[in-house]
């Protein structure tokens, strides 16, 4: 499950040629608080409740652009103490419940003017469930899929860890040729993800270079071991990195996909996102 799971498009008709509109689904919301949902598993809500709360408060402090309105906001961290109540994780609050009592605890600590200071405050109060909440859902997968040698379960990166969960998940389940296309998907968002995390133009980018967009991921994942790995060895690394990326792209593109292509690029990105995680470390 993901944070886009919340929304639903409304129909506004067509007479007022006008677009169809995303909206939160409160419904789901006020069930969430209610009580389990048949067929959204507490563990895999809680995931993706945590981060669309955790995304759309960041975005109110710095950027702006929140998709939630003050309600949404309120039902949202409501569900969400909801859901991991039931899960065990009793010992989670947050201080405030919606964009305006958020702000008026950013201002009384240290907050104002600064939206790093606003980023690290949501982080030292949402980042530990992220990771409580990744092992729980990791225990409930009986999964198939490669498993790290690193005596770390998880990479340390949340946003990275939640979609090898996604991932996880969806090869479990998957049945058809179209199912296994899903899980490329999956493959290449989770290498998406990985793009956004180790590149960073003010390491990485060179003198007269522009940005590559994060979809370059070859290009920002490639310079990101180039950097990471100086030496003769980095070539054969960036070549390793290359080869799972181009087939997570063919399995993604396939329409005649297997579980046996599927599990393979699905094997080939965990272990990628692990192999760049090893990098990020200090020798």
Known sequence: MRPDDFFIDQTIPAAWGLPSERIVNDDLLVALRRGAV?????????????????DDL?????????????QGMRAAILALRAVVTRIGVSDFDLPFRDYSSFKS??????????WQAR???????????????????????????????????????ARVDEEVLELRRHFQIARTAQDYRNVGND????????????????????EG????????????????????????????????????IEFAQSVKHSATGTRRDAGIAADAVILLANLLRRLDEPI
């Open 38 to 54: 048949e067929g959204l598993p507490d563990v895999e809500v809680a995931g993706a409740l945590a981060r669309l709360v955790h």
């Open 187 to 206: 493959c290449v968002i989770v290498i998406e993800t990985l793009s956004r995390q180790v590149y960073d133009p003010a390491v990485h980018l060179r």
């Open 119 to 157: 980023r690290d405050l949501l982080n030292s109060l949402i980042d530990p469930l992220h990771d409580r909440l990744i092992v729980l859902e990791s225990q409930s997968l009986d999964s198939s899929l490669a498993q790290p040698i690193s005596p770390r379960s998880t990479t340390g990166w």
């Open 58 to 70: 960041e975005r109110f402090g710095t950027s702006g652009g929140e998709e939630l309105s003050i």
């Open 105 to 114: 605890f950013w201002l009384r600590n240290d907050g104002y003017g600064s």
């Open 209 to 244: 270079e522009q940005v590559p967009p994060v979809t370059m991921t070859k290009a920002r994942i490639e310079r990101f071991i180039e950097d990471a790995a100086p030496g003769s060895g980095q070539a054969d690394l960036r070549k390793l990195a290359r080869a799972a």
